[in-house]
């Protein structure tokens, strides 16, 4: 009985939702500043790319007044996604980038366009919420935002929603795990993986210029912990200074990649992609190996907060 009454009420909350933007997209108010949200979901407890987290799916399409604005479309527009427990904003880890707000809360911004039906899935990982271990009932708070005429150096004004805008989910936090690494040197090969030498469509047969960086997750799900100083025209590159304590969820795993930085897209050199236990143990090793198109490389980890 209870099923059905739960299957019952789905059925009733997406016919009304359909409704609203049914009248939306015929009425006169359908060229209001809007967003439309058609889909909010969210699966806790769940791993991507080796990161717990809560993995979320949520569609969505712009309406905007062309005719009031005199322009196709906003200079900018995005979605801000907040989580909430009891009312509250939940801090962000301080090693978070990607999944961190200018006020230091945790959530993540996601960029749109107008004529666009968005869909957007994104895992928000638990090591981002400065929570301990346990059990707890969140609430994900969706708010939508444009700039008309420039992309900064404008006040936002905040855009009405339509349809559901707050994500709840019970999730069971894990222990979180705190380190820091640094990759103190490399020697590069001639060629990239292509068998081209770098930087060949900037300046043929120029020298790499060298960075790593300290990454959980891919895609837009990526979340760049730490990028180091550029060594640049060179093919060997040394550092002395390490990323500073990492905050991850215990059992997930995080890339240690080392890139020839260009203006447009870094042109990767190396991967390693391994959990906090594996990292440790290759530190301990104490020796150079032969990665990607590095015939060295040389890394030391230290485990932090025992």
């Not at 009733?12 to 439309?36: A, G, H, R, V």
């Not at 196709?72 to 880890?93: H, M, R, T, Y």
């Not at 700039?147 to 900064?152: G, K, P, R, V």
Request: hydrophobic share 40%; charged share 25%; net charge positive.
């Amino acid at each position: 009985m209870k099923l059905q009454l739960k299957y019952y009420l789905c059925i009733m909350k997406s016919i009304f939702n359909l409704i609203i933007i049914l009248s939306l997209s015929t009425s006169s108010f359908s060229q209001k500043d809007s967003l439309i949200i058609f889909n909010l979901k969210t699966s806790a407890d769940t791993s991507v790319n080796d990161v717990q987290g809560l993995y979320n799916l949520f569609s969505s399409r712009f309406v905007y007044d062309t005719l009031f604005h005199n322009r196709q479309q906003p200079a900018s527009l995005w979605i801000d996604a907040e989580v909430f427990l009891n009312g509250k904003p939940v801090l962000a880890c301080k090693s978070t980038r990607s999944f961190k707000n200018k006020k230091g809360n945790c959530g993540f911004r996601t960029y749109i366009r107008q004529k666009d039906v968005l869909v957007k899935r994104n895992l928000l990982p638990y090591y981002a919420l400065e929570l301990k271990e346990g059990k707890y009932d969140l609430a994900i708070k969706i708010t939508a935002w444009k700039n008309d005429t420039s992309f900064s150096g404008e006040t936002a004004q905040r855009i009405k929603i339509y349809g559901d805008s707050i994500i709840k989910a019970t999730v069971n936090i894990p222990p979180k795990e705190y380190f820091k690494v640094l990759v103190s040197g490399v020697r590069a090969m001639e060629t990239d993986f292509e068998g081209d030498p770098w930087d060949y469509n900037l300046i043929s047969g120029a020298p790499p210029d060298i960075c790593w960086k300290v990454i959980a997750g891919e895609g837009d799900n990526a979340d760049f912990f730490y990028s180091s100083p550029v060594v640049k025209n060179s093919y060997s590159a040394a550092w002395l200074d390490d990323s500073g304590e990492i905050t991850i969820s215990k059992s997930d795993k995080i890339y240690v990649k080392v890139y020839d930085n260009d203006p447009i897209n870094d042109d990767l050199m190396s991967s390693l992609h391994l959990s906090l236990n594996e990292l440790i143990e290759l530190s301990a090793k104490n020796k150079e190996i032969v990665l990607g198109r590095l015939s060295y490389f040389k890394l030391s980890a230290e485990r932090l907060r025992q």
